[in-house]
């Protein structure tokens, strides 16, 4: 598995992505050119997730059920992050509306 990218608070984002905070596990999307914000009142760790090899690769369309319990990111804008049961099937996306898919970011299993 390769290295994770970690960035502190106040770094500028290279790459549109999702990432956790490593200190309370807070999810959040950014894109590129922002800057890291804070995170549980203070200074934070970021961890690349979109990018980093945690994630699978492969992408579950709306209405389907999916395979594991986990964090799932909207690929069609790369701006919401939902939690799925396994089992449960996906939503439409809230923010993009798009007929759009799912990847799992983060597995709960
Ligand atoms: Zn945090
Ligand atoms: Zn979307």
């Given amino acids: 598995m390769p290295v994770k990218d970690t960035y502190n608070t106040g770094k ?7 990432y956790y905070c490593k200190e309370c ?5 950014l894109s590129k050119d922002e800057r890291f914000p804070p995170c549980h009142g203070g200074a934070a760790t970021w961890v690349n997730v979109g990018v980093a090899g945690v994630a699978d690769k ?3 369309g709306i209405s389907k059920q999916t395979p594991k319990s986990g964090l799932y990111l909207c690929v069609g804008c790369h701006a919401q992050v939902i939690p799925v ?17 799912w990847r799992l970011v983060i597995s709960a299993e």
Avoid: Q, W
Avoid at 12 to 18: D, F, G, K, Q, R
């Fill in 12 to 18: 500028t984002n290279p790459e549109s992505a999702i």
């Fill in 25 to 29: 596990g807070n999810i959040i999307p």
């Fill in 58 to 60: 492969e992408t579950i």
């Fill in 85 to 101: 049961a396994r089992g449960n099937r996906t939503p439409p996306c809230g923010k993009c509306r798009k007929n759009t898919a």
